[in-house]
């Protein structure tokens, strides 16, 4: 089916490991984005990219960083993990009228950081 | 900046009662607006939206109203069911060169009693 895959599903991490969250789109959009989602704080945007080999910060980029070598991929690493990065992590994507159509978002990524 | 603002839940409500969400916004220019819904365990869905001052969307017996004048794109349905139980998002994207980037709400979760 089209839309959007992350990868992988759950994840559990110790402070101070890292690890690389892969989102796939298969819709041939341009843009891409990852947000966290905490209780009581809806959806926070992380980073961004509005285009291949673009990237850009959202509202809380701290602690990570993208990669968007491909256009249909947008990878979201963590370096050095803190537990303050326990949450779930969604991408999503969107084509040049996104204003029209909206997002299409993945299942999302349970990360627990111990 | 943008910004939504959602009535906080959680709402409870018996199965056929009527459902208001209320969502309120602050934007500059003319923003598309959009509900989305989550489901337990899974992604944000597209649920409806409106890209105009008056136009209404519907979807799966959900509307809501573009209200330019009151700032505002409640969220309505006349008979909930035991599966609209999710939480709810609003969210807005900007016009003119921000209008990629979505700006959510905080989220209302939404639980129907049989």
């Known amino acids: 089916n089209a839309g959007v895959t992350q990868t992988p599903k759950f994840r559990v991490l110790k402070t101070g490991q890292s690890m690389t969250l892969l989102c796939a789109q298969d819709m041939n959009h341009e843009y891409m984005y990852w947000y966290r989602q905490d209780p009581g704080m809806g959806l926070r945007l992380i980073h961004y990219s509005v285009g291949e080999g673009t990237t850009a910060k959202g509202e809380v980029p701290d602690g990570y960083n993208v990669s968007r070598l491909k256009k249909q991929n947008f990878l979201l690493g963590l370096e050095s993990a803190a537990p303050s990065q326990t949450s779930v992590y969604f991408c999503a994507s969107s084509g040049q009228r996104q204003g029209t159509y909206g997002y299409t978002f993945g299942s999302g990524t349970r990360l627990t950081v111990v | 900046g943008d910004s939504v603002t959602q009535m906080e839940g959680p709402v409870t409500l018996s199965e056929e009662a009527f459902l208001t969400i209320n969502c309120t916004y602050t934007a500059t220019g003319y923003p598309s607006l959009f509900w989305y819904v989550q489901y337990p365990g899974e992604g944000l869905q597209l649920l409806l939206k409106a890209t105009k001052a008056d136009d209404k969307g519907s979807n799966k017996g959900f509307e809501a109203t573009y209200r330019k004048e009151t700032t505002s794109f409640h969220l309505e349905k006349g008979s909930v069911q035991v599966s609209d139980s999710a939480v709810y998002f609003c969210?807005?994207?900007?016009?003119?060169?921000?209008?990629?980037?979505?700006?959510f709400g905080k989220g209302t979760l939404l639980t129907v009693n049989p």
């Open positions: 969210a807005l994207s900007g016009s003119g060169g921000s209008n990629y980037k979505l700006t």
